[in-house]
């Protein structure tokens, strides 16, 4: 049995990063994700590693392009308007076809706002995080186990596909603590990266990584190989659980923290008679889209819960193809809902359907 370890969910997630091999930190701390940094300060210089905390985001962003692109394992974690200043650099990432992992704990905003708990990061993530036409991969964790899991995945994917991965999670997971174990060290198993600026070494021509491309052809062509790759990953990359949907009326669609509490209320909404599932995306990008079209044509209705305005709701909107109503709750600005609230929520479904 392998061995547990009480840890913080930001530390599980500097640990994950450094047994999978990363060995190159850059960031900046911002609330709640500072632990992240701290620990990383902590481990790499005993493990002959690379911890640098820039002069800012922008300079973060910028030193895991430099460091990505000779092929090692690099990463860097920041909250929602961190991230904000990092957008141009994962851009210039996307488009060099450099892989790398960015961690986002989100907290509320907009503009500095608090540092509680959020999810309103969701587009940024999936839809608008740089100019341009491009994707990341994007995990939304659910615990801290769940944490260290999609961080060995992230790298790993990052590397077959050449491309940014995030991990999506928010201040309530990066601060509780929960038992986590560690799979097996994987480092052993990397192998050099034949495209990497790592030195020609008078074996092969030079590599180049560039992601400016003057001439509108050729431009269109790489962007249009690059969507060709993002439709595999839409076919073969997409992660999700499905909890008690088989039979269900209704479904309630909700990602990470939120999740374990809708998860709590579709237990409850069960004891009281009420059919209902939860289907929870692991990956936000790319996006469950064929396993909620399905459901959609089996359930009257669905309830998407998150920690903003309304913005995964858009997504799930778009995957039914107008085969079931779609509603929405949600709490902002840092507040969490409660089991309570969003059984009260599938009671209203439930009464709704039963008028």
């Known amino acids: 049995m392998s061995e547990k370890f009480l840890m913080k969910g930001n530390e599980a997630l500097a640990e994950a990063a450094i047994r999978a091999g990363c060995r190159h930190f850059f960031g900046y701390p911002i609330t709640p994700q500072t632990e992240i940094s701290a620990y990383m300060s902590k481990r790499m210089p005993k493990i002959g590693g690379t911890y640098l905390q820039a002069e800012s985001e922008v300079a973060a962003i910028n030193m895991v392009l430099g460091a990505a692109s000779a092929g090692v394992r690099a990463m860097t974690s920041s909250s929602s308007p961190g991230i904000s200043l990092k957008s141009e650099g994962v851009s210039y990432i996307a488009g060099s076809d450099v892989p790398c992992v960015i961690?986002?704990?989100?907290?509320?905003?907009?503009?500095?706002?608090?540092?509680?708990?959020?999810?309103?990061?969701?587009?940024?993530?999936?839809?608008?995080?740089?100019?341009?036409?491009?994707?990341i991969l994007v995990y939304a964790p659910a615990s801290v186990q769940e944490m260290v899991d999609l961080m060995y995945k992230a790298f790993d994917k990052s590397d077959e596909y050449r491309m940014p991965a995030m991990i999506l999670a928010d201040g309530m997971l990066g601060q509780m603590m929960e038992p986590v174990s560690f799979p097996e060290d994987n480092t052993s198993n990397l192998k050099e990266k034949e495209w990497?600026?790592?030195?020609?070494?008078e074996a092969r021509k030079p590599n180049i990584i560039n992601s400016l491309l003057l001439n509108p052809d050729e431009l269109e062509k790489s962007i249009v190989e690059r969507y060709k790759k993002y439709d595999i990953i839409k076919e073969k990359e997409v992660l999700f659980e499905d909890y008690l949907t088989d039979d269900a009326d209704f479904v309630v669609v909700a990602y990470g923290a939120t999740s374990r509490i809708s998860k709590s209320a579709v237990n409850e909404a069960r004891k009281k008679g009420i059919k209902v599932g939860l289907l929870r995306p692991k990956t936000l990008w790319p996006f469950p889209t064929e396993k909620l079209y399905q459901l959609s044509k089996q359930v009257k209705k669905m309830l998407v819960v998150e920690m903003s305005m309304g913005q995964m709701v858009d997504d799930v909107k778009l995957s039914t193809k107008g085969n079931c109503p779609v509603e929405f709750y949600g709490r902002t600005g840092g507040v969490i809902p409660t089991p309570k609230e969003v059984l009260n929520e599938i009671i209203k479904l439930a009464e709704k359907e039963g008028e």
């Open 196 to 201: 990497a600026t790592n030195g020609t070494k």
């Open 103 to 135: 961690i986002d704990v989100m907290r509320g905003g907009p503009g500095l706002g608090g540092i509680q708990p959020s999810q309103a990061d969701y587009w940024q993530a999936t839809k608008s995080l740089g100019h341009g036409d491009f994707q």
